[in-house]
């Protein structure tokens, strides 16, 4: 599809509010659309599933529980067909309780998964956890913002090759860097991370990735601005640019992945999702291609490859048994 398809992605309490102004009749019809594309269907426990990842070592597709008090589950096959799988939770925190499970990242370096946990209604609490893949032990609980005046979310969180993480705040407009042992050791702050306008800045800064170049590419999800940001010289606060994007808008914006190669990057977002390269190591970057499942009524929220297909995930689930749907995005 070409880039002048572009646009979409709003909080969950603003989706349902426009949900309830949607016919019946326009929802079942979107439901019954057919993707053009590979389907990966997942009967879940919860309506709300913010991020899923493929796990190329544990072969499986890992989810992270939005809604009935976080979580990550896997996805693992059913009897029904390769394409229909089922959700088994591996974790589940009970002092997490009432927040959200966001987006995460896996560390296949340090064999662990790293969370983004957040308080989805009050904004008032924000958190990193990091989890050990083969057991599901909590290896540490960074507990970034709480009951302070300042709202916060924590909604991504990428790490370098040092085990260093950062991590989103969509609602506050920070990043926040841990290192490899769970210690907040600095937050990244910036003008440009708040453009005019308040409702620019009803949702800010979300997906984030981190470059073998040494720098984080993160996008502002109501704005459409891309940042790169230098991590490896002298005040990082200062490293903070804007990258220069042709060809479309990125408005919208939510869940980045990489794409084959550092200068190929998915963005993740409702109605459609974009593929946006750069050759001059991300001082300038192009849309490139632009795709839509057609599920509107689902959003898009984060990207991840398996086997070199992009698969999307949408956040809401529908019907008794709460289906989810993976979407292969083809730019």
């Known amino acids: 599809m070409s880039p002048s398809c572009c646009s979409g992605k709003c909080s969950v309490a603003l989706f349902f509010l426009i949900l309830s102004a949607v016919p019946i009749a326009y929802l079942i019809s979107l439901e019954r659309a057919v993707p053009s594309t ?11 599933r913010e991020c899923a990842k493929w796990d190329d070592v544990g072969r499986r597709f890992l989810v992270s529980y939005m809604d009935g008090g976080g979580g990550i589950g896997e996805l693992v096959p059913t ?11 591996l974790v589940k925190d009970v002092d997490l309780a009432g927040n ?26 924000s958190a990193l956890v990091a989890y050990d893949l083969s057991t599901w032990r909590r290896l540490f609980l960074t507990v970034l913002s709480s009951h302070s005046k300042e709202i916060s979310y924590a909604d991504d969180v990428a ?3 040092q085990g260093n993480a950062y991590v989103s705040d969509a609602k506050g407009g920070k990043i926040w860097i841990v290192d490899v042992n769970g210690k907040l050791v600095y937050t990244i702050r910036s003008p440009l991370f708040a453009p005019p306008r308040w409702y620019n800045n009803f949702v800010s800064l979300n997906g984030i990735v981190y470059h073998p170049d040494g720098f ?7 704005s459409g601005f891309l940042f790169k940001i230098d991590v490896t010289n002298g005040d990082i606060s200062s490293n903070v640019t804007l990258i220069d994007v042709s060809g479309g808008s990125l408005r919208f914006g939510d869940g980045l992945e990489f794409f084959l190669s550092p200068t190929k990057i998915v963005v993740a977002g409702s109605p459609s999702s974009k593929l946006v390269e750069s050759s001059d190591g991300w001082r300038t970057a192009s849309v490139t291609g632009c795709f839509s499942s057609g599920m509107v009524h689902r959003l898009v929220s984060s990207a991840t490859v398996k086997e070199g297909r992009v698969y999307l995930n949408h956040i809401v689930g529908f019907g008794s048994k709460k289906r989810h749907i ?5 730019f």
Not at 38 to 48: A, N
Not at 105 to 122: P, T, Y
Not at 216 to 222: A, E, G
């Open 79 to 89: 009897k029904y067909s390769d394409d229909v799988l089922e959700e088994v939770t």
């Open 159 to 161: 790490v370098d090759t």
């Open 216 to 222: 984080l590419i993160v996008i502002h999800t109501f």
């Open 38 to 48: 590979h389907v990966i269907s997942y009967h879940s426990s919860g309506f709300l």
């Open 100 to 125: 959200s499970s966001n987006g995460f990242v896996i560390d296949r370096q340090r064999n662990r998964l790293l969370l983004a946990v957040g308080d989805l209604i009050g904004n008032r609490y």
């Open 326 to 330: 993976l979407v292969e995005a083809v």
